[in-house]
């Protein structure tokens, strides 16, 4: 794969493939998406195919402006005043798609609803402006692995079947946007992300609850995901056999073979930028398991926690 430098001129480049029905990794402030032309049935296919990821499982629509989403999704008042102060950033709705939206019925699972958002990246939103459509960009991972924060993630898991990604370095956030649906009365979280439940809560007041609605309602919330090669283990205070630690805090517990500190200072933003950068760097053939210690359900925590609930998940 061609790991870019980002220039106009490969920004261009990235473009014209996307155009071309091609799929290009990029970044965005959450993790690198992997970008195709949302507007053909062709380029959303490769996605799935490449991924290997079940087919009603919908993807994300990026765009690069709030008129470019209203031709895609029926926005009302309280869709309206979240997009307005949160795009863009790390925040997907999902809302009833529009009568006439260019987007494939592939991109969405076939349901009526469409999840969308504007990144808060200048690459991204270059690509999206160049291609001028909008792009579906799920994570670039093969599905069920962990997210890629870092282009060489990319080209880790991709290698020659994926033809180039755009480099722009660590990612920001580092895990991926908040899914809310507002298809209902009540505003539902379908994914904690990069946007705190607090953030969503203090502007749309009480939430709906996600467990059994919010599994129907996005298929792609597989409970194993995000998942290292090793085994994960949660709530970690000392070692259990030949382990390494993914710690959060001051003083973390010794006697693991090594150890990464998401934040030292218990900052959970700077945690979350780390999550999976140190999942890639902790996960090794040579161990018994990845102890992970707590980590507090609040902020950022929360998205934190369900990555990391999920790689811990029994696979199948
Ligand atoms: O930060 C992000 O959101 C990244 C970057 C690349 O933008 N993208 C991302 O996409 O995480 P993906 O495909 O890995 O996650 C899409 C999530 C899934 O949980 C899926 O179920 C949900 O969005 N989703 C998409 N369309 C939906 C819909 N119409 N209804 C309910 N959930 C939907
Ligand atoms: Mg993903």
Known sequence: MAILKITPDTIAEAARHIRAGGLVAAPTETVYGLFADATSAKAVSAVYDLKGRPRSSPLIIHVASIDMARQLAEFDRRSTYLVQRNWPGPLTLVLNAKSGSPVVSQATGGLSTVAIRIPDHPVALALIEAAGRPLAAPSANRYGKLSPTDALHVDTQFGRSLAMVLDGGKTRVGVESTVVDLTGPQGIILRPGGIATEVIE???????????????????????HYAPGAKVRLNALEPAGTEVLLAFGPNPPEGFIETRNLSESGDLKEAAANLFEYLHLLDRTDIDAIAVMPIPEKGLGAAINDRLRRAAAPRY
Do not use: F, H
């Open 202 to 224: 203090a502007a749309l007041g009480s939430l709906g609850t996600a467990s059994d609605s919010g599994a129907q309602r996005s298929p792609g919330m597989a409970r194993s």
